[in-house]
């Protein structure tokens, strides 16, 4: 069986991981602790969750994002590095989709 995730952040959320079947046994949106990934991998996704949290602006979330240019730039490389770690620890019976506009 393989397993489908989708990865993009979400305001207000604590993982950058959506099952695609909402019945997941990895919770929806997905679990950090019930994937079996390292420690290591599973701290940096919720870090990249809080840190997103940082880039709008909750007084008006539709203005534009408090961030510089730079800090997208590290946040986006930073994102792009998890999900890469994340996809080798999985291994093969998981696909995870990129759909993080970043």
């Given at each position: ?14 993982t ?14 997905c679990?950090?602790e019930?994937l079996?990934i390292?420690p ?8 990249l969750?809080r ?13 534009p ?13 930073q994102a ?13 019976g ?9």
């Amino acid at each position: 069986m393989i397993h489908h995730l989708r990865f993009f952040f979400e305001a207000g959320v604590d993982t950058p991981l959506w099952p695609e079947d909402m019945g997941s046994p990895y919770g929806y949106p997905c679990e950090l602790e019930r994937l079996p990934i390292s420690p290591a991998t599973r701290a940096e996704l919720a870090r990249l969750s809080r840190s997103y949290q940082s880039s709008i602006d909750w007084d008006y979330p539709p203005n534009p994002s408090p961030w510089s240019d730079e800090e997208w730039q590290v946040f986006k490389e930073q994102a792009h590095t998890a999900l890469e770690a994340l996809r080798r620890e999985l291994g093969a019976g998981w696909v995870v989709r990129d759909e993080s506009q970043l």
